[in-house]
């Protein structure tokens, strides 16, 4: 059960997110074959979107809130002002395809993209809640398979190699 909540906790973290819990999983399956990879699949995927609805809702009333404090305001300008940049260039090349832009922006497993910096965009770009969420949805279900794929050829390469 330890290990289930592990990849589950990890999965919120940003930055690392999906993208680093899913090989913390595959570690564990090594360690121990009785581990569920679906199981843990499905609970990356939860604990990855648990902070969705709060960074879409909150995220940009806090920056903007502390974009004019002492010591954290000039950090907050700065996350608000590269994050309407970007919102708007990506709005203006995606067009009408802004759902697919962030599905991808957030599939795609980069650094620096991800459900957090996705939904933030999101909220940043005004998109509708529904479209956003569903979008990231999307988003973290293909990072996951990529992820998963990854991690499965490089796992058999190990174990090919070292067999």
């Known amino acids: 059960m330890i290990k289930y909540l592990t990849v589950f906790f990890i999965s919120m973290v940003p930055l690392i997110e999906l993208r680093g819990a899913i090989p913390f999983a595959y570690g564990f399956k090594a360690a121990d074959p009785s581990f569920n990879l679906l199981l843990a699949y499905i609970l990356i995927a939860i604990g990855n979107m648990i902070p969705v609805p709060i960074i879409y809702f909150f995220a940009r009333k806090v920056l903007e809130w502390g974009k004019d404090k002492p010591v954290i305001g000039g950090f907050f300008t700065f996350c608000l002002e590269k994050g309407e940049k970007g919102g708007k260039k990506l709005q203006e090349k995606a067009g009408r395809g802004l759902f697919v832009a962030l599905l991808l922006f957030v599939g795609i497993p980069l650094p620096g993209t991800g ?49």
Not at 132 to 158: D, K, M, N, P
Request: aromatic share 6%; charged share 5%; with cysteine.
């Open 115 to 163: 459900a957090w910096t996705g939904t933030l965009a999101a909220s940043i770009l005004d998109m509708d809640f529904k479209s956003s969420i569903l979008a990231v949805i999307c988003g973290v279900a293909l990072a996951g398979i990529i992820i998963g794929v990854l991690c499965t050829l490089g796992l058999g390469a190990f174990i090919g190699v070292t067999a």
